[in-house]
């Protein structure tokens, strides 16, 4: 036998070597980015582009760095998906912020339509890469997901002898809008990675970036776009050599591509450094924003985590975009995992705790789970309609949760029995419903807002949003009962609502974010003008008490909450804040991360947990103060 072992290793080693295609330069790439199809003159000339790349025999690869649609309505995805398939080259497509964070079903609706929301391919031997940097159903801060960066890592270990690699993201490291931008750059460099290209858009302008040390294009939009010097519908054209060097020109539909725009060579980082800055950004940096000392812990989770946190004695939980419902114990310094289980799927909301029971929603299976506190055991599952994006709320010993979309129910905690049932809007559930003895209210992404009958389900009434579109539902907005009211909101309009009736009362400038005092006086709103506004409850219109600044823009939709005659407010940046109610002064305000708060909760024991969505959960005495200026740092 033994005689014949070593050929069939020559043979499996020869099968290895000639599997993997060598590079053999140029690769000719077409860069088309936001598509924004809306109207018809629009979808003429991204089919006549895709005509124009097909035609061309030098392009071997076809981009299409996201935001194919406008409001994420499902005919947009049918569409997108119906040029995807015309185009008839290697290619490979992201989801941008207008497939994820507008409207009707777009949380999960890019994976459903494309079969998934990161891909790998490979063209002439060269890896490229996709990732999906738009927060689900979220304005909030754009955020390369820690599974989808360990996901790239596995890939990138896949590929280390490769001449160079290509990444796709919607968004780029400019602008300050990607969060962690920085963390490409760190894993590609980490993977030893030398050589990468980035591509990206969003900007609808046609730019060279830098990545810290990796160049990146951002491509232009399709459309024309005069003020932005783009003279007619097109994309760009980049071209890397077998040497590494690129060009990257403007191709005007129909046209011959404009003279070289730029020209760089792959791997250069010295020229990169001297030529475009990254500096500003890197002062946002993870390894730049120190802890706030006054944070009494901070739990680094390393976990993308997009819902809030939930306690019961000695535990807490909650739920990370990777998929894990994580119990933990609170009760020791170093917060050991007491036991995770996986739902299904990857995970958006806030657990909820109520008895022996926490409770999850998953997203393959679309369900609502029911966990055992104290082992993590299944007791019962729920059936959505939906993948849930959205959370439950207990009250009374009852659990009111949207099904995904559509259908509003109450469930016995402890067996999963569905005590009512019924329809609830036409669209996916967010933000967290509020629920007072007699009401269970809700924002759908379907343009409004519904209020039932606590006990019985029963439709008593519905809001509609005054503006019309998806986008300004209000569906990630938790509102905050009142004594006799509820304060709801949309991307671009806050109301204060009747509780009895629906009616609005008095509108007010804010969007989805805001809280209400403990005494159910003042109502709190955040304006996208990074403005703390505080306002009268009990006046028939609308009346302000104060309005102060803190940052220069903020549209991070959370709420906002009061403890002990304080408010406390968690930025799309990072950033905490604390004020006094009566006045609204800075009492305190700390840099804790890069990406957005999604979440801030007082314990049974009075500490303040904040989350953000870089995975960091951070502990802050209630008390907390220190002198700061009462003018924002604008
Ligand atoms: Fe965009």
């Known amino acids: 036998m033994k005689i014949y072992i070593f050929p069939l290793l020559f043979f499996l080693s020869l099968q290895t070597v000639f599997s993997a295609e060598p590079w053999r330069g140029p690769l000719t790439i077409a860069h088309i980015s936001d598509v924004h199809t809306t109207s018809r003159e629009r979808e003429g000339n991204i089919l006549k582009i895709i005509e124009e790349v097909n035609a061309n025999p030098e392009i071997d690869l076809v981009v299409v760095s996201g935001d194919w649609g406008g409001d994420a309505y499902p005919e947009e995805f049918v569409l997108a998906k119906k040029w995807f398939d015309a ?13 994820t964070q507008w409207g009707y079903g777009s949380g999960t609706r890019f994976a459903d339509t494309f079969g998934n929301d990161r891909f790998a391919i490979s063209v002439k031997g060269i890896p490229v890469f996709g990732l999906n940097t738009s927060p689900p159903l979220q304005f909030i801060k754009s955020h390369i997901r820690s599974d989808d960066l360990q996901w790239l890592e596995g890939k990138l270990k896949e590929h280390a002898s490769a001449p160079f690699v290509i990444v796709v993201s919607h968004y780029g490291p400019n602008g300050n809008e990607l969060g962690n931008w920085f963390d490409l750059p760190e894993i590609l460099r980490k993977n030893g990675i030398g050589k990468a290209l980035i591509l990206s858009g969003h900007w609808h302008r046609f730019m060279l970036c830098n990545w810290n040390g990796y160049p990146g294009i951002v491509g232009r939009a399709v459309a024309e776009n005069k003020k932005k010097k783009q003279h007619g519908p097109g994309y760009v054209i980049l071209n890397i050599s077998g040497d590494g060097a690129v060009t990257a020109s403007e191709k005007l539909l129909g046209k011959p591509p404009l003279a070289p725009e730029f020209t760089f060579k792959l791997g250069d980082a010295e020229w990169l450094a001297k030529t475009v800055n990254s500096g500003r950004n890197l002062r946002n940096a993870r390894w730049a924003i120190k802890t706030p000392p006054e944070a009494k812990a901070v739990i680094e989770t390393n ?11 000695g535990r807490f939980f ?28 990857r995970l958006y909301g806030t657990p909820a705790v109520i008895g022996k029971n926490v409770i999850v929603g998953a997203t393959a ?5 029911g966990y055992d506190i104290a082992d993590g055991k299944l007791k019962w599952s729920v059936e959505a309609n939906a993948p849930l ?15 995904g979309r559509d259908q509003f129910a109450a469930i016995d905690p402890d067996t999963g029995t569905i005590l009512w049932k019924v329809p609830c809007g036409n669209g996916e559930f967010q933000a967290l419903p509020a629920v007072t003895d007699t009401l269970v209210v809700t924002g759908v992404w379907d343009e409004h807002a519904y209020a039932l009958d606590r006990k019985t389900g029963k439709m008593l009434w519905k809001w509609r949003s005054p503006r019309s579109g998806l986008r300004y539902s209000p569906g990630n907005s938790t509102p905050a009962p009142g004594k006799d009211c509820i304060i709801i909101g949309t991307a671009s309009t806050g109301v204060v609502l009747d509780a009895e009736t629906g009616q609005c009362r008095f509108p007010f400038k804010g969007r989805e974010s805001h809280g209400i005092s403990v005494d159910g006086t003042t109502g709190y709103t955040r304006q996208l003008n990074g403005r703390l506004t505080a306002f009268s409850l009990s006046a028939p219109k ?4 104060f309005s102060v600044p803190y940052a220069k823009q903020d549209s991070n939709p959370a709420p906002i909450r009061e403890y002990d005659g304080r408010i406390w407010l968690g930025t799309t940046d990072g950033e905490i804040l604390v004020f006094s109610s009566d006045s609204g002064r800075i009492l305190y305000r700390g840099k804790c991360g890069f990406s957005t708060v999604i979440s801030i909760d007082r314990a049974p024991d009075g500490m303040i947990w904040v989350i953000l969505a870089e995975g960091k959960i951070m502990l802050f005495p209630s008390g907390v103060e220190k002198h700061v200026s009462s003018q924002p740092h604008l």
């Open 303 to 313: 976990e993308t985590i997009f819902g809030g946190v939930a306690f019961s004695a």
């Open 542 to 545: 609308y009346a302000e008490k």
């Open 389 to 403: 994006l959205n959370s439950g709320v207990v009250y009374d010993g009852k659990l009111y949760v949207g099904l």
């Open 365 to 369: 299976p679309a369900r609502v789970c």
């Open 87 to 99: 185009i008839k080259k290697e290619k490979i497509t992201v989801p941008g912020n207008h497939e």
């Open 318 to 345: 909650y739920a990370t975009h990777a998929g894990e419902l994580v119990a933990r114990d609170s009760g020791r310094h170093d917060f050991p995992v007491s036991w995770k289980v996986r739902p299904g799927g």
